[in-house]
């Protein structure tokens, strides 16, 4: 032996997003249900590695995923291979897509994550400026934080790769007047079973439906109906905002 520590993955934001992330199903019958209703081409905002755009795609939907990092960007090319998606290097507080869109989805508090009202309005306006007419956004927002309950501690998302183990566990959330802190815990283990300990801070804005809906008409865009997603033993359930274009 050499005594040479291996390094880990290159490709560590694909992984940590696809522990993360990845495994998470909940909404799917939500997009499913808007992609049949609304048609192609279809948009994902923060697409990741392809979590939805790829399921989108394999259902025989056209989708364009797009994502500001371009290793997500890269391992969603790699897995898009052959499927009607198209992986798009951009951020989603101003774009330009290939061609204009049916229906543009922004899952998993994309939304929130942005830097408040002024880059909400701005991805706002960039979508509608590339809609077709009649065309709908779909946007999936936390309008507040469940008390804990007691019962079973949240075990963590685990993923190994290439001999590495990667596991992700939620600690808390904490909830401030415009804020939501969301910290997790991060571990990595390597091969020869050294561990590395990461905290890891989520923040998103907090958001109503309602104020949602009031800022999208600044851009011309209103209230069409809300949605819902149920919460899972791991994830707290989400409204889906439905806007479309003013008559």
Same mark, same amino acid.
């Given at each position: ?78 897995? +898009? /291979?052959? &499927? ?5 290097? %951009?951020? *989603?507080?101003?774009?330009?897509? =290939? #061609? @204009? ?26 979508? +509608? /400026?590339? &809609? ?5 956004? %779909?946007? *999936?927002?936390?309008?507040?934080? =469940? #008390? @804990? ?99």
């Amino acid at each position: 032996m050499s005594g040479e520590r291996s390094s880990p993955p290159a490709v560590e934001a694909a992984i940590w997003h696809d522990v993360e992330c990845g495994a998470y199903a909940a909404d799917l019958r939500v997009w499913d249900a808007l992609a049949d209703r609304c048609g192609d081409p279809i948009l994902e905002l923060g697409a990741g590695t392809g979590r939805l755009a790829i399921h989108l795609a394999r259902r025989g939907h056209q989708v364009i995923g797009l994502d500001r990092d371009e290793e997500l960007i890269a391992a969603q090319r790699e897995r +898009a /291979a052959g &499927l009607p998606a198209t992986p798009l290097l %951009a951020d *989603a507080r101003g774009f330009e897509l =290939p #061609e @204009p869109v049916a229906l543009a989805l922004a899952p998993m508090q994309l939304l929130q994550m942005l830097g408040g009202r002024a880059e909400r309005l701005a991805c706002l306006d960039s979508i +509608a /400026a590339q &809609l077709l007419p009649g065309g709908r956004v %779909a946007a *999936a927002i936390v309008e507040g934080m =469940p #008390e @804990p309950e007691e019962g079973e501690p949240l075990l963590p998302d685990v993923r190994e790769v290439d001999g590495w183990v990667y596991s992700s566990l939620p600690l808390e959330a904490v909830v401030g007047p415009e804020r939501i802190v969301v910290r997790r815990l991060r571990q990595r283990v390597s091969p020869d079973g050294e561990l590395t300990d990461l905290l890891d801070e989520v923040t998103i804005c907090t958001l109503s439906a309602a104020a949602l809906e009031a800022e999208a008409v600044e851009v011309g865009l209103v209230a069409i109906e809300r949605l819902y997603i149920d919460p899972t033993a791991d994830h707290v359930g989400s409204t889906v905002v439905v806007l479309g274009e003013e008559e």
